[in-house]
């Protein structure tokens, strides 16, 4: 168990965040950002930690990168981790990041020609207590393109689970439907997508970097079979994995629970 990191460490997490916020980019940058199509995007990776009930030391970090617009596995790393960070809501950045880093530094190192034109996070990225959340701390550091997405509502700056937000998610009938999550200062943090037709139960899309909030509602919905962007549901979240109805979750679910299998026997899964 981690002890409660003490006052001065949140507030030099709080500055490198506020340091960091400053080389955020939330305009899209690149060329296939702009195409019809994306025309030109060809990599997109999924990222993600994959904690073990139980146990508070060891994860499983996970990259992989599918191919676009076919949505096949391309390549994928998995590595067991120990965690030097506890989890303290709105620095999560600082006890994933790390990890995540070393992923993509080993793809660069091993398949260069796999390293992907966008990220996708498990998680959110703008749509912060901050502004600057795990897609957008990752994006920053590694200097690709992220979008973060999360599958549960994060209540911020005024954003809340209210008779409105619910009134907004029933209306969102068909896959491709979305609405801003605003906040009480009237800033667009991100987007509630419907991102198919047979799941009523939206994703929460936000910036990351080097996107605007528009092309990344639009690309996360391109990149959905199911309710969850192929990127990161071919993570599944490994033991912490949320199931969802729909048909296809426990194929990808397999390749994390195998791997922690393997390489930690007594983990519960």
């Known amino acids: 168990m981690f002890s409660a990191p003490p006052e001065a460490l949140l507030k030099q997490w709080e500055s490198e965040q506020d340091r960091l916020r400053l080389q955020l980019i939330q305009e899209d940058s690149e060329d296939w950002q702009r195409r019809t199509h994306f025309l030109g995007l060809e990599r997109v990776a999924g990222v993600d930690l994959s904690y073990i009930k139980g146990d508070h030391v060891h994860a499983c970090a996970q990259l992989v ?46 398949r260069p020609d796999l390293v992907p034109q966008v990220v996708f996070v498990d998680g959110n990225g703008l749509f912060h207590y901050r502004e600057f959340g795990l897609a957008c701390h990752l994006g920053v550091l590694s200097g690709l393109p992220c979008v973060g997405v999360a599958k549960n509502l994060l209540q911020v700056q005024g954003v809340r689970k209210s008779e409105e937000h619910q ?7 068909k896959g491709g439907d979305s609405f801003p999550l605003t906040a009480a200062s009237g800033k667009v943090l991100g987007k ?11 994703v929460y899309v936000s910036v990351g970097h080097k996107i605007s909030v528009d092309t990344a509602v ?14 990161i549901r071919q ?18 679910d397999r390749r994390s629970r195998e791997y922690l299998r393997s390489h930690l026997p007594g983990a519960r899964t």
């Open 235 to 252: 993570l599944s979240g490994g033991i912490s994995v949320e199931l969802d109805s729909n048909v296809g979750v426990a194929e990808a």
């Open 192 to 202: 509630a997508l419907r991102s198919s037709d047979s799941s009523s139960k939206p």
């Open 218 to 231: 639009r690309l996360t919905h391109s990149c959905c079979r199911y309710r969850i962007p192929e990127p």
């Open 65 to 110: 990168v599918l191919s676009y617009p076919e949505l096949q596995v391309l390549y994928e790393d998995s590595q067991m981790v120990t965690l030097t960070a506890p989890y303290i809501a709105g620095f999560l950045a600082f006890r994933e990041t790390p990890f995540l880093l070393d992923a993509l530094k080993r793809l660069e190192k091993n």
């Open 167 to 173: 009134a907004q998610v029933a209306a969102l009938t």
